[in-house]
């Protein structure tokens, strides 16, 4: 019985691997109750997924789904973040709270099946989000667009003031 809880949790966790866009490891030994409460919840806004699981079951589904963590990660307790949504979220929630909290130190993670470690992770939080980046990039496309609608209308302005001024000049 206690085998079959086992490949059940290998199961779901090598699922949650699946459908995450980025996976933290994340050390937490130390944390008070106070500071794993606001994590969570900050974890929650963000939609990231925490979970504190066995190294050995983390270990078998990684192996399974092909994407074998460096040995030292899963040494020590260490808890699983999944970003489902946006990949830069786990990333950046934890390098936030780890400003706060002392206790939580960031290991490395995945980002799809690509390996980050510690310092790559921390790159990956000053990302800004995905719609953060549309928004610069439509505000960047829609400048030179506006510049461009004013040169062209600029000769149009120039002939109906001079066709106002020949036709005042008529009507004189």
């Known amino acids: 019985m206690v085998q079959e809880k086992k490949i059940e949790a290998v199961a779901r966790i090598a699922e949650q691997i699946r459908r995450s866009k980025a996976t933290l490891f994340v050390d937490y030994r130390g944390m008070t109750v106070a500071e794993a409460t606001r994590l969570r919840r900050r974890c929650r806004q963000a939609n990231v997924t925490v ?27 260490t808890a ?44 990956l939080s000053k990302i800004p989000a995905r719609e ?9 496309l829609q400048g030179p667009l506006v510049r461009l609608a004013w040169v062209l209308h600029a000769p149009v ?16």
């Open 51 to 77: 979970r504190v699981i066995k190294n050995r079951l983390a270990k078998r589904a990684f192996a399974d789904e092909g994407v074998p963590p460096p040995e030292e990660v899963l040494l020590g307790p």
């Open 80 to 123: 699983l973040a999944f970003g489902e949504d946006e990949p830069t979220a786990p990333a950046r929630v934890f390098s936030e709270f780890a400003k706060d909290c002392q206790h939580v130190k960031i290991k490395g993670g995945f980002l799809g099946s690509r390996w980050l470690d510690a310092k790559g992770v921390e790159r």
């Open 132 to 140: 953060v980046l549309l928004a610069r990039l439509a505000g960047s």
């Open 157 to 172: 302005t120039q002939l109906a003031m001079g066709l106002k001024a020949v036709a005042g000049k008529l009507t004189t």
